[in-house]
């Protein structure tokens, strides 16, 4: 994406979708939760590979319990994460820049948090669910191969 196209559309009213804090994933007596408190569409895919490119604003928390209720956790700030939405190739950027694509249907204890983030991001009406891989599979998604991509341009390249 060029840096012309991606600053106009930065410039582009917001789509702000507040979804109510959810919880990511608990591993090790260690529960993570998100409360995604904005969601804009900044970018677009190609021909070769649809999709929208969008921005989320997450605050995180972390608990013993899973029932912890949301008004009780102690929030960190608000960080921006992007991810691909897209059935042909769904993604997330990395810290370093780069895209990491994502099988969203096959169940790896390793991918839980981020399938799940990924589907609050790009399906912020989506619900409760207690299997993100289950929840992916039932909107259509596909076994899709994973991968790395130094950048956008290369991900949305077929």
């Known amino acids: 994406m060029k840096p012309l196209i ?3 559309a ?16 608990c591993h090790m007596g260690e529960c993570i939760h998100y409360d995604q408190t904005s969601r804009q569409v900044v970018g677009q895919g190609s021909a070769a590979v649809p999709g929208d490119l ?10 013993a319990d899973p029932d912890t209720p949301a008004d009780s956790l102690d929030w960190g700030e608000p960080s921006p994460v992007q991810v691909f939405c897209s059935p042909a190739r ?3 950027m990395a810290g370093n820049a ?10 790896a204890g390793a991918t839980t948090l981020i399938t799940t983030m990924y589907l609050r991001a790009c399906h ?6 207690d299997d993100p891989f289950a929840a ?3 909107l259509g998604y596909r076994a899709t ?3 790395s991509y130094p950048d956008f341009a290369a991900l949305i390249r077929r």
């Open 124 to 129: 912020p009406d989506l619900g409760t669910f």
């Open 54 to 63: 969008v921005l989320v604003t997450l605050r995180e928390a972390v608990s």
């Open 6 to 8: 991606l600053a106009a």
């Open 10 to 25: 930065f410039a582009l009213p917001a789509a702000l979708a507040q979804a109510e804090p959810y919880l990511a994933r």
């Open 98 to 107: 780069s895209y990491t694509a994502l099988d969203l249907v096959t169940p």
């Open 90 to 92: 769904p993604a997330f």
């Open 136 to 138: 992916a599979a039932r």
């Open 145 to 147: 191969e994973t991968g």
